[in-house]
């Protein structure tokens, strides 16, 4: 059985921090790259950042460049986000997404395989 479970999220002050985790099973890990998604009230749900296990490259949404990192534990199955500086407008659900790796640097929601439930992040000012 594929899973993706989230965890990690929270109530934070503005410019506080969070570390999500997305563990993952089912899937060879190794050959998929992590997105990690959110979607606040009322808005789509838009890409903030992604990592290749294989080749270790990764990708951010301008609006969180500087203040997140993602990363990964291979030997755990597991992706991080480092999330810090956060901002109210960071309020969201956070969800992470496995595609399989194709050697692109960026994918689109659409191209995501599995989808995790999601965890709440709130941050207040």
């Known amino acids: 059985e594929v899973q993706l479970v989230e965890s990690g999220g929270g109530l934070v002050q503005a410019g506080g921090s969070l570390r999500l985790s997305c563990a993952a099973s089912g899937f060879t890990f190794d050959d998929y790259a992590i997105g990690w998604f959110r979607q606040a009230p009322g808005k789509e749900r838009e890409g903030v950042s992604s990592i290749s296990s294989s080749d270790g490259r990764t990708s951010y949404a301008d609006s969180v460049k500087g203040r997140f990192t993602i990363s990964s534990d291979n030997a755990k199955n597991t992706v991080y986000l480092q999330m810090n500086s956060l901002k109210p407008e960071d309020t969201a659900v956070y969800y992470c997404?496995?595609?399989?790796?194709?050697?692109?640097?960026?994918?689109?929601?659409?191209?995501?395989?599995?989808w995790g439930q999601g965890t709440q992040v709130t941050v207040s000012s």
């Open positions: 997404a496995a595609v399989r790796f194709d050697g692109s640097s960026w994918y689109y929601l659409w191209e995501y395989d599995y």
